[in-house]
């Protein structure tokens, strides 16, 4: 695979550092129409000084994008490697994961972020909230997958509902499934079942 082929995978391209520095230049370019004392030499400078500033911008913007989603993946492997106990031993699962018990407090701080700040997007209690919202999405993963198990379901057919219970949660039931995770944290829906 060639290192042309990986840089355009993550947007390092040639192509879209030009097309992110031309956002950059319209943007620069409205700016300097609003100064109407500027003579067309000023003016032209102006441009041409913003022309390295928007390549320069273009191109850092694209490396963090780049290192987030390293960052990204990083994380995610740590996290499967979490639930994927060593060969022969045994170890966490997604079927008894559950996160910290007064993660709830930072979901309702989160809430009420997102209301002071008028849900204005890309503020820090927005990120809590889908942080939050992810952890017990994963945590309502579980409850599911502890549900199966109990059962004696096979370890296949666990692993292909959860799959499917993830390519539903892209659609619809992300936050049904994240409900059931955090109404864990108060009815305890793995304890075991009381002998009859």
């Not at 391209?13 to 109407?36: K, N, V």
């Not at 400078?45 to 780049?66: M, Q, T």
């Not at 579980?142 to 659609?171: E, I, K, P, T």
Request: hydrophobic fraction near 55%; charge should be positive; aromatic fraction near 10%.
């Amino acid at each position: 695979m060639s290192m042309a082929v990986v840089l355009g995978a993550i947007g390092l391209d040639d192509a879209t550092i030009r097309e992110t520095s031309g956002q950059y230049l319209r943007w620069a370019e409205e700016q300097t129409g609003r100064f109407a004392n500027l003579g067309e030499e000023e003016r032209r400078n102006v441009l041409e000084a913003w022309a390295v500033v928007a390549d320069r911008l273009a191109r850092g913007a694209v490396g963090i994008g780049a290192a987030i989603w390293l960052g990204v993946a990083t994380a995610v492997y740590a996290v499967l490697r979490t639930f994927a106990p060593a060969p022969g031993k045994s170890g966490p699962s997604l079927a008894r994961f559950a996160p910290w018990d007064g993660l709830v407090w930072v979901l309702i701080c989160a809430l009420g972020l997102v209301i002071v700040d008028l849900g204005k997007p890309g503020t820090i209690g927005w990120n809590l909230l889908f942080f939050t919202s992810g952890v017990y999405w994963v945590r309502g993963l579980g409850v599911m997958d502890h549900s199966l198990a109990r059962r004696g379901a096979a370890l296949g057919l666990r692993a292909v509902a959860s799959g499917a219970l993830v390519l539903a949660s892209l659609y619809i039931l992300f936050l049904p499934v994240a409900a059931v995770g955090l109404f864990d944290t108060w009815f305890d829906f793995r304890r075991p079942a009381p002998p009859r």
